[in-house]
């Protein structure tokens, strides 16, 4: 079952999701080109500088790139938050199994230029056996996030940080106000 206040984010912004088990969840097969691209997608809690904390939404077998996120948010430095102050951003929800809404959570969210190419979305919802399905346009709706490219995979250099979402020219994003 969805945690309530998951549910009451969702569905009070009008959002239709599908709830998937584990099981349910790994049973993709291998697409054609007219199936629907569905990515997993892992949230991972960053701290900024010793401060700021920012939701990075990627997918599930890539790595936050660090640099790249530092040169997108002009940050120092970069580390991914322990388990203890997760447990406290992310009421409810087991260690690393947080879904990517960061205005439930009252924190900004970068989402990685591979998540944004899929049709939809596989998402953790609060327990590691369960996950929610939605469309990835409704997740970009429903946030408002930056687009970046703030992911690599094993083995693939690692990418400079290249906004997709239009900003005016000299104002790069940034969590200071």
């Not at 102050?85 to 205005?103: D, N, S, T």
């Not at 989402?111 to 399905?133: F, K």
Request: aromatic share 6%; charged share 30%.
């Amino acid at each position: 079952m969805l945690s309530p206040f998951i549910e009451r984010y969702l569905r009070v912004n009008g959002i239709p999701v599908r709830l998937l088990s584990e099981e349910e969840a790994e049973v993709h097969p291998p697409r054609s080109e007219d199936e629907l691209v569905v990515e997993r997608v892992r949230t991972v809690l960053v701290e900024l500088d010793g401060g700021d904390e920012v939701l990075c939404a990627i997918p599930e077998d890539a790595e936050v790139d660090f640099d790249a996120l530092c040169d997108l948010l002009g940050a120092e430095e970069a580390v991914i938050c322990e388990e203890g102050r997760q447990l406290e951003v992310f009421p409810g929800c087991e260690f690393g199994a947080a879904p990517p809404f960061g205005g439930l959570w009252g924190l900004p969210l970068i989402v990685d230029a591979d998540v944004e190419l899929s049709d939809r979305v596989l998402v953790p919802a609060g327990r590691h056996d369960l996950y929610i399905e939605m469309r990835t346009t409704d997740l970009l709706y429903l946030e408002d996030p930056v687009v970046a490219e703030i992911s690599a995979y094993p083995g693939e250099p690692w990418r400079h940080a290249m906004p997709v979402k239009w900003h005016p020219p000299g104002e790069i994003p940034t969590l200071r106000s």
